[in-house]
């Protein structure tokens, strides 16, 4: 098994640009979740899905598009890229309910916008 | 809001000691997850806790639920558990929070 997988590791983009990071899993989770991690503000959710065709907004959603067609599947776009979305952008699965299921993290997208 | 509250944000220890991060959340999270990432690297799972105790080799989490607090203890700590621990506490219909992360650095 893979466990999860993103792409791409590094990005950088300029301003108004658009991108999609893309994160998949081969372990049939559920859940999927996409945070980014900035400094000296920890980890916040950006969206996240608890199966196909169903989506809901985290914390931090302004700025962000996704979607969930397949189980395996989760991209994370950013409509027209800002210099403050400038971070380390993690994806996550696990199965439903998560509340009893430990979290498997993608080595992450360090992103930077200009 | 849920809200997660870790403790301390830094620690320092000698090889060996006995290491203690804290964890307070608040209504609604029924779920507790602890994890670890080194320097530059990923973030890997360490317990995931909805009540009661959970051990694993050095490691071992504990959680209050009527106090609503959990906390990571590292026995006979090493050099490679220096990393930032974080707390995230997890609603039922899916939704993360997560605490700051304390930084540990367990010198030789």
């Known amino acids: 098994n893979a466990g999860v997988t993103q792409t791409p590791k590094f990005q950088v983009l300029k301003t108004g640009q658009s991108m999609t990071l893309q994160c998949a899993q081969d372990?049939?989770?559920?859940?999927m979740s996409w945070y980014r991690q900035d400094p000296g503000m920890g980890l916040r959710l950006i969206h996240y899905s608890v199966g196909a065709g169903i989506t809901d907004q985290g914390e931090v959603p302004n700025g962000y598009n996704v979607s969930r067609s397949t189980t395996e599947d989760f991209p994370l776009r950013l409509l027209s890229a800002a210099p403050s979305q400038t971070s380390v952008y993690f994806c996550?699965?696990?199965?439903?309910?998560?509340?009893?299921?430990?979290?498997?993290f993608g080595n992450g997208t360090r992103l930077t916008v200009t | 809001k849920n809200e997660v509250e870790q403790s301390p944000q830094n620690l320092t220890a000698q090889e060996g000691e006995f290491i203690t991060i804290n964890c307070s959340y608040s209504?609604?999270?029924?779920?507790l997850h602890w994890l670890q990432q080194h320097p530059g690297g990923g973030i890997v799972s360490l317990f995931m806790?909805?009540?009661g105790k959970k051990k694993h080799g050095r490691l071992i989490a504990t959680i209050n639920i009527q106090e609503k607090h959990s906390s990571l203890h590292i026995t006979a700590s090493h050099p490679r558990d220096s990393a930032v621990y974080i707390c995230a506490g997890g609603t039922s219909y899916g939704k993360l929070t997560f605490g700051q992360g304390t930084i540990l650095t367990v010198h030789p």
């Open positions: 806790l909805s009540s």
């Open positions: 372990m049939n989770h559920e859940y």
């Open positions: 209504v609604g999270i029924s779920a």
């Open positions: 996550a699965s696990s199965y439903m309910g998560q509340a009893n299921s430990p979290l498997h």
